[in-house]
């Protein structure tokens, strides 16, 4: 569904709410200001805006029934949203550009080449992509001897240095492309002959919200295009690819302008264990390692750039960066690179999943523990695919990990949803069995990078509670352990547990490091001569390494901390929401924010009612959001005589 | 809270009825006041704990604890406010906008429309009127959680004219579509000014009436019910603003086709710059 047409039915309901409570009546009642003031309060904390003049009349009819109203607003989305901004301000899972969260695998590039006709075409490539081909392996399928021109990893050539463009012969330019008909130019690319073009004036119906640029819609003359040029093996469709193992290979001398500028891959001493084995072309196991994998189906696994070999000034897309008030309000319409692109489609999944648990009145707790979740297209391509190009790197497969277990299991991603569907939202009932709420989407992970950062945030926000340093003494310290230090241990005895349910995510990341490659105490990490073995320092802390122990970064050496580790962000989920302080905290949360102030002594027995509410009503907010719109707390949330608040008085 | 009664023009943009007006708007807009109303007292309410024989204690052991009045002597049967006692909270600047999207949304008949048709439309009626909405967002004190700003929930004098710049740009398109245009929409297609402008000059009687229906759209209830005689000041500033317009020289000058017009459009000003409007 929409999200505008889930505004359009929040509307509708108001319109059939306010039709429902005044049937029958049509004499004016006499209204107080404070009642007016209390109706225009309820519609701006329930249905966004400030009543509309039809409204009020509603609202002055003498059948007119406020807590009927109230119940019928509080079911539309308008009135999620207000509950779901309170969690969104607590958590800003919003990430600037310094998070990168395409990985260097899923993103296509692309530059011009002169053919021997004397045109010029734009043929895209991935940095990194391995090829047979020496001189072009890890790099663009054609050499700067072959193009005359030296491209840096990103941007254009510095002029005019190394910018002498030279002819492709035919021969040498249809053996390293491929003509491709691309996801982003066919609704249909997975058919053998796609033919469903790109047309803005029919895909507004067919894929509301996709505008791709115009440079990816034509070519290097601008002339509208039905295919792309692509290097070989990034066309490449299949699902797995053999490890490359190149034995040795000797690059065409190179010097100057003709040399490349990155060094030859050379990863045989990983891919020759691996021999016969079969790597996913979806991982970054299978980018780094095989020449046999590309970017699959109509380039289904990659998101293009239109700018010359530069992805961040490259724009994919128009859209809207930010959608404060909802993805079909958007307030500015820019070219979008990828990485725009999905960082605000991951944060719109948090924002989504909030809003459906509070619009089904779900049990509040599932913001930290439910499996399901909502899911658009470019998300839909990111769970396919994406998410797991984030592993296996060097280091993960000194652990013979090859093939990541994903948080989001890929083939519970609906099949029917594509990437050009920008606006259609879906509901995925089941992550996978690592899911957790919130706390395992790729938007948290990477907003918050490090597990005591995750801990914290949740403590926080779902138990309202902050790590305060007593009155200790600092004394200077070697102890690795701040659960023990003097100074650390006040917050650390508590977060370090916390954040152990985090241990087998990685920092500033989403992989998840599973326990057959990744012991909590690993024999293969132990000190050997004073030292850990190779890549053993990326996961192993060495703090907490000896000669008969190796701990995994998160444990800390702590007992409990096992036991966290093993549980995981589930754990995780399942602790915060049995902490006696989760209803107290959802209470205080909502209520201040519906208050517009903090809640103190004198509202004791207002936060017992709510919390008992809440409570009673198995943590679904809906009956405790209504017992604080009904409350005298509310009603009078702005009482200070106008007088005295002129005066200065902010009590 | 504080807030900041500085209407100040800080854009340095300028509004179709000049500068010299915004003094007049404000003012009528300040002096109204902010609630009317009862005054529950102040300071009697923190300082007096509620019993709270039933509830947990909220406060850790070594906090200082209230003195319940009647346990002082000679307060025994004093009678005790514990309400808190708070201003108007800011309006969420999202629902600011939705309800800007709302009330300037053009005909009826229309959907509301979105941000950018709304940027596009005051733009094309005049470039310098308004910038962009991406240019004002964080002003008017919406979070970017991209860099951790959080939500602003006092108000500033650079939001507060924001705020001003945003709806007189508002008023200004509405007043033109709806009032002076040549050939008004019907009645019923009226977002805001869904009333006739008589021919001759307007007097109290029927400037109550329509400012009644403007006063429940920016405000939400009847003017009738406005502390301080809100609709003479109104009026007030309903006839200087018109007449300033016409005088026969020296008048500032104004793209509205009628004089009338800059009256219900200074109406306009004073009511979405009002502290009523902008908090609840």
């Given at each position: 569904?929409r999200?505008s047409?889930?505004?359009?039915?929040?509307v509708?309901?108001?319109?059939?709410a306010?039709?429902?409570?005044?049937?029958?009546?049509?004499?004016?009642a006499?209204?107080t200001?404070d009642?007016?003031?209390?109706?225009?309060s309820?519609?701006?904390?329930?249905?966004?805006r400030?009543?509309t003049?039809?409204?009020i009349?509603?609202?002055?009819?003498p059948?007119?029934n406020v807590?009927?109203?109230?119940d019928?607003?509080?079911a539309?989305?308008?009135a999620a949203?207000?509950?779901?901004?309170i969690?969104?301000d607590?958590?800003?899972?919003?990430?600037n550009t310094?998070?990168?969260l395409?990985?260097?695998g899923?993103?296509?590039?692309?530059?011009?080449?002169?053919?021997a006709?004397?045109?010029?075409?734009?043929?895209?490539?991935?940095m990194?992509?391995?090829r047979a081909?020496?001189?072009?392996?890890?790099?663009?399928?054609?050499?700067?001897?072959?193009?005359g021109v030296?491209?840096?990893?990103?941007?254009?050539?510095?002029?005019?240095?190394c910018?002498?463009?030279?002819?492709v012969?035919d021969?040498v330019?249809?053996?390293?492309?491929?003509?491709v008909r691309?996801?982003?130019?066919?609704?249909d690319?997975?058919?053998?002959?796609?033919t469903?073009?790109y047309?803005?004036?029919?895909?507004?119906?067919?894929?509301?919200?996709?505008n791709?640029?115009?440079g990816?819609l034509?070519d290097a003359a601008?002339?509208?295009?039905n295919?792309?040029?692509?290097?070989?093996e990034?066309?490449?469709?299949?699902a797995?690819?053999?490890?490359f193992?190149?034995?040795?290979r000797?690059?065409?001398?190179a010097t100057?302008?003709?040399a490349?500028?990155?060094?030859?891959?050379n990863?045989?001493?990983?891919?020759t264990?691996?021999?016969?084995?079969?790597?996913?072309?979806e991982t970054?196991?299978?980018?780094?390692?095989?020449t046999?994998?590309?970017?699959?189906?109509?380039?289904?696994?990659?998101?293009?750039?239109?700018?010359?070999?530069?992805?961040?000034?490259g724009?994919?897309?128009?859209?809207?960066i930010?959608?404060?008030?909802?993805n079909?309000?958007?307030?500015?319409?820019?070219?979008?690179?990828s990485g725009?692109w999905m960082?605000?489609w991951l944060s719109?999944?948090?924002?989504?999943?909030?809003d459906?648990?509070?619009?089904?009145?779900?049990?509040?707790?599932?913001?930290?523990?439910?499996r399901?979740?909502?899911?658009n297209?470019?998300?839909?391509?990111?769970?396919?695919?994406?998410q797991?190009?984030s592993?296996?790197?060097?280091n993960?497969?000194?652990?013979?990990?090859?093939n990541?277990?994903s948080?989001?299991v890929p083939?519970?991603v609906?099949p029917?949803l594509?990437t050009?569907d920008?606006?259609?939202?879906?509901?995925?009932p089941?992550?996978g069995?690592?899911?957790?709420?919130?706390?395992t989407?790729?938007?948290?992970?990477?907003?918050?990078?490090?597990?005591r950062?995750?801990?914290?945030?949740?403590?926080?926000?779902?138990?309202?509670?902050?790590?305060?340093?007593?009155?200790?003494?600092?004394t200077?310290?070697?102890?690795?352990?701040?659960?023990?230090?003097e100074?650390?241990r006040d917050?650390?005895?508590a977060?370090?547990p916390?954040?152990?349910?985090?241990?087998?995510?990685?920092?500033?990341?989403?992989?998840?490091?599973?326990?057959?490659q990744?012991?909590?105490?690993s024999?293969?990490c132990r000190l050997?001569g004073?030292?850990?073995?190779?890549?053993?320092n990326?996961?192993?802390?060495?703090?907490?390494?000896?000669?008969?122990?190796?701990?995994?970064?998160?444990?800390?050496?702590?007992?409990?901390?096992?036991?966290?580790?093993?549980?995981?962000?589930?754990?995780?989920g399942?602790?915060?929401?049995?902490?006696?302080?989760f209803?107290?905290?959802f209470?205080?949360?909502?209520?201040?924010?519906?208050?517009?102030?903090?809640?103190?002594?004198?509202?004791?027995?207002?936060?017992?009612?709510l919390?008992?509410?809440?409570?009673?009503?198995?943590?679904?907010?809906r009956?405790?959001?209504?017992?604080?719109?009904?409350?005298?707390?509310?009603?009078?949330?702005?009482?200070l005589?106008?007088?005295a608040?002129?005066?200065?008085a902010?009590? | 809270?504080?807030?900041?009664?500085?209407?100040?023009r800080?854009?340095?943009?300028?509004?179709?009825l000049?500068a010299?007006l915004?003094v007049a708007?404000?003012?009528?807009?300040?002096?109204d006041?902010?609630?009317?109303?009862a005054d529950?007292?102040?300071g009697g309410?923190?300082?007096s704990?509620?019993?709270?024989?039933d509830?947990?204690?909220?406060?850790?052991?070594d906090?200082n604890r209230a003195t319940?009045?009647?346990?002082?002597p000679?307060?025994?049967?004093v009678?005790?406010?514990?309400?808190?006692k708070r201003?108007?909270?800011?309006?969420?600047?999202?629902t600011?906008i939705?309800?800007?999207l709302?009330?300037?949304?053009?005909?009826?008949?229309?959907?509301?429309?979105?941000?950018l048709?709304?940027?596009?439309?005051?733009r094309?009626?005049?470039?310098t009127l308004f910038d962009?909405?991406?240019?004002?967002?964080?002003?008017m004190?919406l979070?970017?959680?991209?860099v951790?700003?959080?939500?602003?929930?006092?108000?500033?004098p650079?939001?507060?004219?924001?705020?001003?710049?945003?709806?007189?740009?508002?008023?200004?398109?509405?007043?033109?579509?709806?009032?002076?245009a040549?050939?008004?929409?019907?009645?019923?297609?009226?977002r805001?000014?869904a009333?006739d402008?008589?021919?001759?000059?307007?007097d109290?009687?029927?400037f109550?009436?329509?400012?009644d229906?403007?006063h429940r759209?920016?405000l939400?209830y009847?003017?009738?019910?406005a502390p301080?005689n809100?609709?003479?000041?109104?009026?007030?500033?309903?006839q200087s603003?018109v007449?300033?317009?016409?005088?026969?020289?020296g008048?500032?000058?104004?793209?509205?086709?009628?004089?009338?017009?800059?009256?219900w459009?200074a109406?306009?000003y004073?009511l979405i710059r009002?502290?009523?409007?902008?908090?609840y």
């Amino acid at each position: 569904m929409r999200l505008s047409d889930r505004r359009t039915l929040g509307v509708t309901a108001v319109a059939a709410a306010l039709a429902s409570l005044v049937s029958g009546g049509e004499a004016q009642a006499q209204r107080t200001i404070d009642e007016y003031r209390y109706f225009r309060s309820l519609s701006i904390d329930l249905v966004g805006r400030i009543p509309t003049r039809a409204e009020i009349a509603a609202f002055e009819q003498p059948a007119f029934n406020v807590e009927s109203w109230i119940d019928m607003q509080l079911a539309t989305p308008e009135a999620a949203e207000r509950l779901r901004r309170i969690y969104m301000d607590r958590l800003r899972l919003e990430v600037n550009t310094v998070v990168q969260l395409n990985p260097r695998g899923s993103l296509l590039r692309r530059i011009p080449v002169q053919r021997a006709n004397g045109t010029t075409v734009w043929v895209y490539y991935r940095m990194g992509q391995r090829r047979a081909n020496v001189d072009i392996d890890g790099t663009m399928c054609f050499s700067p001897r072959e193009l005359g021109v030296q491209y840096p990893s990103t941007g254009e050539p510095r002029t005019p240095m190394c910018n002498t463009p030279r002819a492709v012969s035919d021969a040498v330019f249809n053996a390293r492309v491929t003509r491709v008909r691309p996801w982003w130019l066919y609704r249909d690319y997975r058919a053998a002959n796609p033919t469903q073009r790109y047309n803005p004036a029919t895909w507004a119906t067919i894929a509301p919200g996709y505008n791709p640029v115009e440079g990816l819609l034509e070519d290097a003359a601008g002339n509208p295009v039905n295919d792309v040029f692509v290097c070989n093996e990034e066309a490449g469709t299949a699902a797995t690819g053999r490890p490359f193992v190149a034995g040795t290979r000797t690059p065409t001398p190179a010097t100057g302008c003709d040399a490349r500028l990155t060094g030859v891959p050379n990863t045989d001493s990983l891919t020759t264990p691996m021999m016969g084995r079969a790597l996913s072309c979806e991982t970054q196991t299978g980018f780094n390692l095989s020449t046999e994998c590309g970017c699959g189906p109509g380039l289904e696994r990659c998101l293009p750039g239109a700018a010359i070999n530069n992805l961040n000034a490259g724009a994919m897309v128009n859209g809207a960066i930010r959608a404060p008030i909802g993805n079909e309000n958007a307030f500015e319409n820019r070219a979008l690179t990828s990485g725009d692109w999905m960082r605000l489609w991951l944060s719109q999944e948090a924002a989504y999943f909030m809003d459906a648990i509070f619009q089904a009145n779900r049990d509040v707790r599932d913001i930290v523990r439910a499996r399901d979740t909502y899911i658009n297209g470019p998300l839909a391509m990111f769970y396919r695919s994406e998410q797991q190009q984030s592993c296996c790197n060097t280091n993960h497969l000194r652990f013979d990990y090859t093939n990541p277990t994903s948080l989001f299991v890929p083939a519970n991603v609906p099949p029917a949803l594509l990437t050009h569907d920008v606006d259609r939202w879906a509901r995925v009932p089941d992550r996978g069995p690592l899911a957790s709420g919130i706390l395992t989407m790729p938007i948290f992970l990477t907003k918050y990078g490090t597990r005591r950062a995750r801990a914290h945030v949740l403590y926080q926000s779902f138990m309202c509670q902050e790590f305060v340093a007593g009155n200790g003494t600092l004394t200077p310290s070697d102890e690795p352990n701040l659960a023990i230090r003097e100074g650390c241990r006040d917050c650390h005895r508590a977060l370090e547990p916390m954040s152990a349910f985090f241990t087998r995510v990685a920092e500033n990341d989403w992989t998840y490091l599973p326990a057959l490659q990744f012991p909590l105490d690993s024999t293969r990490c132990r000190l050997a001569g004073g030292a850990m073995a190779v890549g053993c320092n990326a996961f192993y802390d060495p703090s907490f390494t000896t000669a008969t122990q190796s701990w995994m970064r998160g444990i800390y050496n702590l007992t409990e901390a096992r036991a966290n580790a093993e549980a995981g962000p589930q754990g995780m989920g399942s602790f915060i929401a049995a902490q006696p302080q989760f209803a107290g905290c959802f209470v205080e949360n909502v209520a201040e924010s519906f208050l517009g102030r903090d809640l103190n002594v004198e509202d004791a027995a207002l936060r017992t009612q709510l919390q008992t509410t809440l409570s009673g009503a198995g943590f679904r907010a809906r009956a405790m959001v209504r017992q604080l719109l009904l409350s005298d707390a509310y009603r009078r949330a702005n009482n200070l005589s106008s007088t005295a608040w002129r005066a200065g008085a902010s009590r | 809270m504080k807030i900041a009664y500085e209407f100040k023009r800080a854009l340095g943009r300028r509004s179709l009825l000049g500068a010299a007006l915004s003094v007049a708007v404000a003012s009528a807009a300040c002096q109204d006041g902010t609630r009317s109303v009862a005054d529950t007292g102040v300071g009697g309410g923190s300082d007096s704990a509620t019993p709270l024989a039933d509830v947990p204690d909220p406060l850790p052991p070594d906090a200082n604890r209230a003195t319940p009045i009647e346990s002082i002597p000679g307060h025994e049967n004093v009678a005790q406010d514990t309400t808190p006692k708070r201003g108007p909270r800011m309006l969420p600047v999202e629902t600011y906008i939705r309800s800007y999207l709302q009330l300037f949304a053009g005909p009826m008949a229309r959907p509301t429309q979105t941000p950018l048709q709304v940027q596009g439309e005051i733009r094309a009626r005049d470039a310098t009127l308004f910038d962009t909405w991406n240019d004002y967002l964080a002003s008017m004190g919406l979070p970017d959680h991209r860099v951790d700003i959080n939500r602003n929930t006092q108000t500033s004098p650079l939001m507060l004219a924001t705020l001003e710049r945003t709806g007189i740009a508002l008023c200004d398109v509405t007043v033109a579509n709806e009032l002076d245009a040549m050939t008004p929409p019907p009645m019923a297609n009226r977002r805001v000014f869904a009333f006739d402008q008589p021919a001759g000059a307007l007097d109290l009687a029927g400037f109550r009436t329509r400012f009644d229906l403007l006063h429940r759209t920016f405000l939400g209830y009847p003017a009738s019910l406005a502390p301080d005689n809100r609709a003479q000041r109104f009026f007030t500033l309903y006839q200087s603003t018109v007449a300033r317009f016409s005088a026969a020289t020296g008048a500032p000058a104004t793209t509205f086709r009628l004089k009338s017009s800059t009256g219900w459009a200074a109406v306009c000003y004073a009511l979405i710059r009002h502290p009523e409007f902008q908090m609840y």
